[in-house]
């Protein structure tokens, strides 16, 4: 079993940078893949990247270039740098884990989900 908490989310100017973090528990955190999602009012929920056990990650085209995930297991804590971003960005993000180390890109391909931070991108 994982639990998860999201938190980092805000209210940042186009362009700007922030950084979510995602804590988990468990002793067996390195042992999952991690993902990072988003939602937007009115739209599915949407990748945005994920990072295995060993620290190789995937991106959405969407973010790449801009987007950055980085875990720490010492910590059981993984995060989602952002930068550059863009009002487009405005979404409620989630974390998701999944065991082994597999990048997964669907929702339904992970099994624990965090309550998700909400990223407001003004123009």
């Known amino acids: 079993q994982v639990q998860l908490v999201e938190s980092g989310g805000g209210l940042v100017q186009a362009g700007g940078s922030l950084r979510l973090s995602c804590a988990a528990s468990?002793?067996?955190?390195?042992?999952?893949?991690m993902g990072w999602f988003r939602q937007a009012p009115g739209k599915e929920r949407e990748f945005v990247g994920a990072?295995?056990?060993?620290?190789?990650?995937y991106y959405a085209d969407s973010v790449k270039g801009r987007f950055t995930i980085s875990r720490d297991n010492a910590k059981n804590t993984v995060y989602l740098q952002m930068s550059s971003l863009k009002p487009e960005d405005t979404a409620v993000y989630y974390c998701?884990?999944?065991?082994?180390?597999?990048?997964?890109?669907?929702?339904?391909?992970?099994?624990?989900w965090g309550q998700g931070t909400q990223v407001t991108v003004s123009s």
């Open positions: 990072i295995t056990w060993g620290h190789i990650t």
């Open positions: 998701a884990a999944r065991s082994g180390s597999y990048l997964a890109t669907l929702p339904n391909e992970y099994g624990y």
């Open positions: 468990g002793r067996t955190f390195s042992s999952y893949a």
